[in-house]
């Protein structure tokens, strides 16, 4: 299948002023670091700097935990769930307003193709703090007995494949269930947290209810360990949130955790072969593969095989990896030269191991961090491509004969974050469902999420659920 | 006629449904309240507790298979077969925790109307904490509560009937599978309830019921990478142990549920918590069209 050559189309970047250097937001201002250093946030479609950014250290994270302590007793704690919720309005309706700033900007430091940033991230972090905003006011329905009451303060962590909709999924049912929070960002993507601050002031929510701390992983650890903190939210790699269980255990401190996973996308001999492509293509390559819940691991039954390859092949032929900002752009940078490392590094192993590497022509831009999409096939599940979270565009191929091997195979991984199911039979669906392991599963579909739905993983991917009602209870203490 | 002599029973454990005694073949003396000589109690070794989490693992297709009827239907009968030997569950709550008989049987009535109460959530909890979900697109999308699989319980180590059903009655409810650490001094009640478990229809392997010390145990089973969650309850009062296990069972994220700082009052009205806690939420999509 030939490439269409279309014209570039690119998104302008006017729309964002970013500074040449950002403090840290703590008590509703912003506030030059007493104890932390600066680093660099850099465009990774680019290698071009960004701006100079405050590493938190342990005294700021402090002076954060306080003012988030201050706000929730003297302020937070005191206002009724309808001003709770009319704030999250607030600051829902001005996200909407500045969507496309918030789009541009998303795109610019974490390297996401403008389509996804602009269609997918931004629409979604609006309706998340909407959807708990009619929350605050309603939590005694919420399922936690009749008088559900916040943990106080909250310690967030969230990482950088979608920098402000993580904030979102931590921010808003936290500021719903009545917490205050002090949220880390990942290092790599400060910047649409640090706009989301500004957002904050516009919307006057009163200061220290949210207070940002950027900073790489000390600044994290400071945060959770900090004994201020009543309530961790983390979502990153299982290695480091079973750091954070270790660093909880023997306190009061209650954690939830976001964690990796390898999920399975098995598509059986009778499903739609053309949706399922899209829906192969839309687990692995949505986002360059930074997805924890990416359908990694492609389960095809073996009397479907060539014919799914073959159009798979066809169809990433047609992909378009390039400028971020490009309208037409499918596949955008890899976050960060560290991460393009590690998928370099895994994909070699799979080399090495024995399995097919296969990835269609294309061309990849001098500077920045790129990786083209890579299939793997004669994958076995021994393999190191088949077992650890490579988060990045590589698909490792499997094969099975019966739906009793494709569970098996689904579920043999310490992960147990999603995974797909694609088949016209509707109890086949209902029961493949039933029997994987996974928090969330898709049939017939992939990668799709709503504030309303709960999203987390079984085993190894960590505990609790972000969305819907099971979100917010995450939240509130109480008896569920 | 001389007074008849009585047949004294052997405590042993309860794994996959057998009453084995400890693979070690040790065993330890347990007490009454007053220190006078009760029993020899098997004194479970840390392959016991291997062993009982692998009868846990296997027991957990059938039991988190069933239907959700059925499996309130065996909580129920349990509760009926322990209103059959109501007498000797008196007689060794109050010799194990010396109460008076009046408090026992108060203290067995409830444990009883207990696994009443749990055998009544095994068919509504799903519809009480799961849900379906309006998302903003032409998908079906649904939550659903599902076990986590295969918990350890410390069960508490003072109140050694009522707390433990307590905390044994939540996991399996929800089509969990147990490896329960009796309460080390005061086990005998939880032996005899092994006995009632075995013959009201659980399954063998459902719930494996260990007796001997927590500091032999627990820990194995903290760090097993073969369980799901952790009850730290009979680690009341113990910080130090509840903070080792609780770092143990980080290794594989088991769910905890952590240890008071004194153990509660049992007799106080549960809340959902305890079943909850043992329960994933997994959600389903699937597009609407034609």
């Keep these: ?480 | 006629m001389a007074e008849r002599l009585a047949v004294k029973k052997t405590y042993k454990l309860y794994v996959g449904g057998k009453f084995p005694r400890s693979e070690s073949g040790r065993s330890y003396e347990v007490t009454d309240a007053k220190g006078r000589f009760l029993a020899n109690a098997a004194w479970a070794s840390r392959k016991d507790a291997r062993d009982a989490v692998v009868a846990a693992r296997k027991a957990v297709p059938g039991w988190s298979g069933a239907t959700a009827y059925n499996r309130g239907q065996v909580l129920y009968r349990v509760a009926e077969v322990m209103e059959g030997r109501h007498a000797q569950f008196v007689d060794e709550v109050a010799a194990g925790e010396g109460l008076s008989r009046a408090k026992a049987t108060a203290v067995v009535d409830e444990s009883i109307d207990r696994w009443v109460w749990y055998a009544g959530w095994a068919d509504k909890i799903a519809q009480v904490v799961g849900s379906s979900n309006p998302v903003a697109g032409p998908y079906f999308d649904f939550s659903v509560p599902e076990p986590t699989g295969v918990v350890a319980v410390l069960a508490p180590q003072r109140s050694s009937l009522l707390g433990l059903v307590s905390v044994l009655a939540p996991v399996v409810v929800g089509g969990n599978t147990a490896v329960l650490l009796a309460s080390a001094e005061r086990p005998l009640p939880a032996i005899t309830l092994s006995e009632v478990l075995a013959t009201s229809d659980v399954p063998g392997g459902v719930v494996n019921v260990l007796t001997g010390r927590l500091a032999d145990t627990a820990p194995v089973l903290a760090a097993h990478m073969d369980v799901n969650a952790v009850d730290l309850a009979g680690a009341a009062g113990d910080a130090d142990h509840a903070r080792e296990l609780e770092l143990a069972a980080a290794d594989n994220l088991k769910r905890v549920v952590r240890a008071p700082e004194t153990e509660p009052d049992w007799l106080a009205e549960p809340g959902l918590e305890r079943i909850t806690a043992y329960l994933e939420t997994k959600t389903v999509w699937h597009p609407v069209g034609v």
């Design chain 1, 1 to 480: 299948m030939t490439k269409f050559e279309y014209a570039p189309a690119p998104e302008s970047r006017a729309i964002v002023d970013i500074r040449s250097s950002y403090g840290l937001f703590v008590n509703g201002e912003f506030v030059d670091p007493v104890d932390g250093s600066m680093f660099k946030s850099v465009n990774p479609a680019t290698e071009e700097v960004l701006a100079e950014i405050s590493a938190a250290g342990a005294e700021d994270v402090d002076r954060a935990v306080q003012a988030a302590r201050r706000a929730y007793e003297r302020t937070w704690s005191k206002l009724s769930g309808r001003d709770r919720g009319k704030y999250l309005f607030r600051i829902a309706r001005i996200i909407q307003e500045r969507a496309r700033e918030l789009a541009v900007l998303e795109s610019i430091d974490n390297g996401k193709p403008i389509r996804e940033s602009r269609d997918v991230d931004i629409p979604l972090v609006a309706a998340h703090f909407f959807y708990y905003a009619g929350w605050a006011d309603k939590l005694a329905w919420a399922g936690a007995g009749p008088d559900p009451r916040p943990y106080g303060v909250a310690g967030q962590v969230i990482p950088w494949n979608f920098p402000l909709l993580m904030l979102a999924w931590k921010i808003a049912p936290a500021l719903a269930a009545g917490n205050a929070v002090v949220l880390k960002p990942a290092e790599t993507t400060p910047l649409t947290a640090l706009l989301f601050a500004e957002i904050c002031q516009q919307a006057d929510l009163p200061p220290g209810v949210v207070n940002i701390v950027t900073g790489a992983g000390d600044t994290g650890r400071a945060l959770v360990e900090h004994p201020g903190v009543d309530k961790v939210a983390f979502t990153g790699s299982t290695e480091v949130g079973k750091q954070i269980a270790r660093s909880v255990a023997g306190t009061t401190k209650k954690a939830t955790l976001e964690l990796g996973g390898k999920a399975a996308n098995i598509v059986f001999d009778d499903a739609p072969i053309d949706q399922a492509v899209e829906g192969i293509v839309n687990g692995i390559f949505f986002n360059q593969g930074h997805v924890c819940c990416a359908g990694s691991r492609l389960l095809v039954q073996e009397s479907v095989y060539d014919d799914v390859l073959g159009r798979l092949k066809r169809r990433l032929g047609t992909l378009r990896v390039g400028d971020p900002l490009d309208k037409n752009t499918d596949i955008g940078a890899i976050n960060s030269a560290d991460q393009l490392a590690r998928i370099r590094e895994l994909s070699e192993v799979g080399e090495a191991e024995g399995a097919e590497r296969w990835s269609p022509e294309c061309e990849l831009p001098e500077r920045g961090f790129w990786f083209p999409p890579t299939v793997f096939t004669g994958v076995s599940q021994a393999h190191r491509i088949a077992r650890e979270e490579i988060f990045g565009p590589v698909l490792s191929v499997l094969t099975f004969r019966t739906p009793a091997e494709a569970v098996e195979k689904a579920n043999n991984t310490p992960y147990g974050l999603s995974a797909g199911v694609w088949t016209d039979k509707g109890s086949r669906i209902l029961s493949i469902a039933q029997q994987l392991r996974a928090g969330v599963v898709w049939a017939n579909t992939f990668n799709r999420f709503d504030p309303t739905s709960p999203f987390g993983g079984y085993k190894e991917s960590g505990y609790g659920r972000e969305g819907g009602r099971h979100g917010l209870l995450a939240y509130l203490k109480g008896e569920h």
